[in-house]
């Protein structure tokens, strides 16, 4: 079963973090996606730019509005993704326990839903 | 009555002197009333039924005398009126009340009943219950904590853990799971199943004080309560005695481990003057205890560890040939990877790093420790020490990767990082 573990951080306490502090966190994450591989569990993953990059779309057709930035503003945005490959839900939970995302933000498990055949 | 009043509103001293007395019966009065039914979930509905009944008199009216008489009372005419109300039949009303019978005298005093608590340890632990349901299943069984907050002390999703807590007892009910001391044959390796679940409750509340929930916190001194329940309840047995020993041998260096400054300590590098010298006093008093039994057992093997390691405050040294030894047999007994790593440790610590490594190796061809986060630990400081830096650099990586708490994490960035003689 594929899980899709969301990576929930404020961008504005990440942007503010020292050149040293933003090195160990892409060191962790790196060291996070080496594990995921090596333990067969990885699917795919990104980080993502700062919702500041971000459009949105919205209703379709002649209707379609093009907006900038995300929705809402949250405390907490997206900043990344894994796709990962676990057994049950418990074995995707202990995946998304060791996400450094947890340390200073949320890290949301998502069972990836089957598309109608 | 208002709900204002302040004396009924959750948190007053009024309510919570009656929270404290309900709480402190919850165990045995829920083996009293599921020992004579089989019922684990109706036992637990009654009593909540109870409790709120309580909770909303008591905190006014002043806490009775015989608090658990008054609870016991509450919760077995709840049971009787749910049984006549499921099958009006007088017979079922008769047979349950015949049940609760006798021995539920109304009024009586709890402590003068027998303690059930460690037969319905013994139903929780059952090998026809699902190992993994074990530990939450007694946790709340005899200590009433919710499925919430037991989904939270062993990070679960609630849903999954309540539904997990409503199979075992549905299992327990209708496959009539004996709620009854073993026989001596059998107990010893039941008993182990009851003191297995103890420790599993005990490690992962221990496992990762960062994200420290009061859920996770409290789940090792309710371990450490559960313990000490079982070795008054089973004094002649030696192993209840290695657990609680063992147990507060890691407890006694919760603080040097963990400082409130933040920060992750190996036990090699802690100070021994951060260890709480009384905790340890009592579990070598208990290891002793446990000795004259002369039945030596897996936890009493790991509390002897932990006795090694706790030498260290007046010696100043660590007996590692002493370790290797233990571990042997503990090894022997367990054949867990766990085990099996931590001896090559020791190991390495007598003759060493390249040693230690072989054995390393040797563990991972079985394949079962890709991703057991302290064995690349392990595997990456004896790399370093052999001075192959970018093996090192691997297996921390890997060690990095599958690390949960963050202070470990860190720890082993900072460690990847470090300089060393080659």
Sequence with gaps: ?117 | MTQSDPDRRTGSPAWRAAECAARESYGKLLALLAVRTNDVAAAEDALADAFASALAHWPVAGVPNSPDAWLLTAARRRLVDDARHRQSADRVHDAVAAELGPAIVEGADVSDMPDHRLALMFACTHPAIDAESRAPLMLQAVLGFDARRIAAAFIQSPAAMAQRLVRAKRKIRDARISMEIPELSELPDRLDAVLDAIYVAYTDGWGNPQDATMERQGLTAEAIRLARLVADLAPREPEPLGLLALLLYVDARRTAHRPATGGYIPLTEQDPAAWDDSLIDEAERLLDRAALARTIGRFQLEAAIQSVHAARRRSGVTDWAALVMLYDALWRRTGSDVVATNRAVARAAVDGPATGLADLDAIRAAGRVESYQPFWAARAEMLARLGDRTAAAEAYQRAIGLAADPEVRRFLLDRSQMPRPS
């Design chain 1, 1 to 117: 079963m594929q899980y899709a573990l969301l990576i929930y951080g404020n961008e504005k306490a990440a942007a503010s973090m020292t050149p040293e502090a933003g090195q160990r966190m892409w060191a962790a994450f790196g060291a996070y996606t080496t594990a995921l591989k090596e333990s067969g569990a990885y699917v795919t993953g990104a980080p993502l730019q700062a919702t500041s990059t971000s459009t949105s779309i919205h209703g379709g057709g002649s209707g379609a509005t093009v907006l900038d930035g995300p929705f809402a503003e949250t405390k907490e945005q997206l900043g990344g993704f894994y796709l990962i490959e676990a057994p049950d839900l418990d074995a995707a939970i202990k995946w998304a326990r060791r996400c450094p995302g947890t340390e200073s933000g949320t890290v949301e498990v998502r069972p990836v839903a089957a598309m109608p055949a």
